[in-house]
């Protein structure tokens, strides 16, 4: 009985002993390779977020489905309004060049307030140094369009067109997971070889119908405030913009506008909604 004893602490013992000498072995690669195991820890950190990013694709989809279904007539096409089913009083209010600090932050707040969801037509360049807010916006229930890369006005070739809008709808998804196609021009310019090419891909360029006229510079918030308040009509997509230069007076008349479009019986609707609409 007791040799048995013996026998199990001698095993118990050589197995202690080899732990710590391997223990004691590793380690030292443990410190030398240090700065490769932060390169591994930061590749298995990358892993995880890209499948946290994977994991809410589902979701994404989801918003797609639900949100962002255009209906057939309208993809590929250009439109300007909608005639709605009706003859509801619906509007569409469309923003774009940013996402932009404060100013898109400010909007945000007065839509939420006022329990308006709305269109933001994003530029690019503009989206990957702000893409805070942006997640933010696509958080808060408003609907996205692509506005292209640079905001560029020029006559383009169909490779450049291309990555103009390529580019931005790959970074709304990987920064929002909105898959949009919905397309805005730059400057509303329809020759230049944009639309073309969001149309060949089935986008739906949207203009509008009514502008805000928000890029003069001279101009005073009220006057932003009656050219929407005088032009609305059902159906109609407004134009202002949150970025893409100081937009300290289109905040300043948004209170105004929404209170005064909802006075006249208007409700408020996403591009997607509104194209929606026009079914039914
Ligand atoms: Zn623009």
């Known amino acids: 009985m007791t040799n ?5 602490y ?3 013992g050589f197995v202690a002993i080899s732990y710590f000498v391997t223990a004691c072995s590793t380690f030292p690669q443990l410190t030398i390779h240090q700065p490769i195991s932060k390169v591994l820890a930061t590749k298995v950190l990358d892993n995880w977020v890209q499948s946290q990013i994977e994991v809410q694709l589902p979701l994404s989809t989801q918003i797609e489905q639900e949100s962002l279904t255009i209906p057939a007539k309208f993809q590929g096409k250009t439109l300007y ?5 009706n003859k ?6 469309t923003v774009d060049d940013g996402p932009w600090p404060k100013t898109t932050l400010q909007m945000l707040d007065i839509f939420k307030a006022n329990n ?3 269109t933001f037509f994003w530029v690019g360049s503009a989206l990957q140094a702000n893409t805070e807010i942006a997640k933010q916006v696509v958080a808060e229930g408003h609907a996205i369009g692509n506005h292209t890369w640079h905001h560029w006005y020029k006559q383009m070739d169909e490779a450049t067109a291309k990555k103009e809008i390529d580019r931005t709808s790959d970074l709304i998804y990987k920064t929002t997971g909105v898959k949009t196609t919905l397309f805005r021009p730059p400057g509303g310019f329809l020759n230049n070889g944009l639309a073309a090419y969001a149309k060949s891909q089935k986008y739906s360029v949207v203009m509008w119908s009514l502008t805000s006229a928000d890029t003069d510079p ?3 918030p009220q006057a932003f405030v009656n050219n929407v308040l005088k032009g609305a009509k059902p ?3 407004v134009l202002m913009h949150d970025g893409g230069g100081d937009r300290h007076r289109t905040v300043e008349a948004l209170p105004q506008i929404i209170t005064g479009l909802k006075q006249q019986g208007y409700r408020f609707v996403t591009i997607p909604e509104l194209l929606q609409e026009s079914g039914k």
Do not use: M, N, T
């Open 10 to 12: 001698r095993i118990f």
């Open 81 to 85: 309004k909608v005639e709605p089913g």
């Open 116 to 118: 308006v969801k709305v």
């Open 218 to 220: 001279h101009a005073k």
């Open 4 to 8: 048995k004893i013996l026998k199990q």
């Open 235 to 237: 159906g109609a997509i």
């Open 88 to 93: 509801d009083k619906v509007i569409a209010l």
